[in-house]
């Protein structure tokens, strides 16, 4: 009779702690609700170029009490397809919109025209054109600077003397904001080395991408502006296809940094995407949060990453929010 009541008195007291646990997690799911939505966009959402940029994301949405969802989508969004998934994203709720802008002609306008309604942020790139003004705030590295970077020190491994070297040119898009940027950057720092630009790849269809390269005429040095190219001209110098050319590069993938230490990349200029994220987060987050603030622009700095440099205390942070 003693065990029946001592056996009676735990499962009650078990009962008791399942319930409690139920009722505060509906609590926190009801909360939750009332939270403020961001849906964020940008170009093939699962890769892992994004792994850092979404690590910051997460961790802003968690400071600032944000519901964030990052939506699926696949390669090479084209402007019909992004500004639809917007629109789904305002009709299914979202507050505000997080945005990696495709090259578009009209691209510019039809976000101004949405940020009448909603709040929009740019990532990356900007949508104006050289010389027009455009009122939608974004966070972005200098592009301009991670190019003359990769030029200062393509410069520095040569002495200066670049002379009669050929030169490969590798992006993903050849009309994007933030790869012309790049490209006049690079141009800049090489525009007094007599190096020749022999070719420039981009826009590489899926169907290409495993062969493109091969089928360049011979380059000295290869560089890519962005981490698909990067990864890409590093998977193929892994394979020596490139005929011993030296790659350098702008990427912010487990990846491209997997070329760099296998020695298949020279130098790797590595932007700070967590920053990118945890910042255009928060902006966003203000923004919802009190409708009178206006969001501001943000340039987050970016890393020159060598071999030898790869496993430094600085550089272990950024290979840590890679990873994430």
Do not use: H
Not at 51 to 61: E, H, N, Q, S, V
Not at 94 to 114: F, H, N, R, T
Not at 191 to 209: L, N
Request: glycine share 6%; net charge negative.
């Amino acid at each position: 009779m003693e065990n029946s009541k001592k056996i009676f008195i735990v499962t009650e007291a078990i009962l008791a702690v399942i319930v409690l646990l139920v009722s505060i997690t509906m609590l926190r799911e009801k909360s939750r609700e009332k939270w403020d939505k961001v849906s964020v966009i940008i170009q093939d959402s699962d890769d892992n170029a994004w792994a850092a940029f979404k690590y910051g994301l997460r961790m802003a949405a968690q400071d600032w009490e944000i519901d964030m969802v990052v939506v699926g989508t696949g390669e090479k969004l084209t402007e019909e397809e992004e500004m639809k998934a917007i629109q789904n994203q305002i009709d299914l709720g979202a507050d505000a919109v997080i945005v990696q802008p495709v090259p578009g002609d009209g691209m510019q306008s039809s976000l101004e025209k949405l940020q009448n309604r909603i709040p929009i942020m740019l990532v990356e790139s900007s949508v104006a054109k050289r010389g027009i003004e455009c009122n939608i705030p974004v966070v972005l590295p200098d592009n301009y600077a991670m190019g003359r970077a990769l030029g200062e020190e393509l410069q520095k491994d040569y002495n200066g003397n670049l002379k009669g070297k050929k030169l490969g040119i590798v992006s993903q898009y050849a009309d994007s904001n933030a790869v012309t940027e790049r490209r006049e950057g690079l141009k800049a720092a090489l525009d007094q080395s007599e190096i020749e630009i022999c070719w420039e790849v981009s826009d590489i269809s899926p169907d290409e991408k495993d062969r493109i390269l091969e089928s360049q005429a011979k380059a000295d040095v290869i560089i890519a502006l962005d981490d698909y190219s990067l990864t890409l001209v590093g998977k193929s110098a892994s394979a020596n296809s490139l005929y011993g050319a030296l790659v350098y590069g702008i990427g912010n993938s487990t990846e491209a940094v997997y070329y760099l230490d296998a020695g298949f990349v020279q130098c790797l200029v590595a932007p700070d995407e967590f920053n990118m994220g945890y910042q255009s987060l928060t902006e966003a987050a203000k923004r919802v949060k009190n409708m009178f603030r206006e969001p501001q622009s943000r340039i987050v700095s970016f890393t020159v990453i060598r071999r030898d440099t790869l496993f430094s205390e600085e550089n272990q942070k950024i290979l840590f929010t890679m990873s994430q």
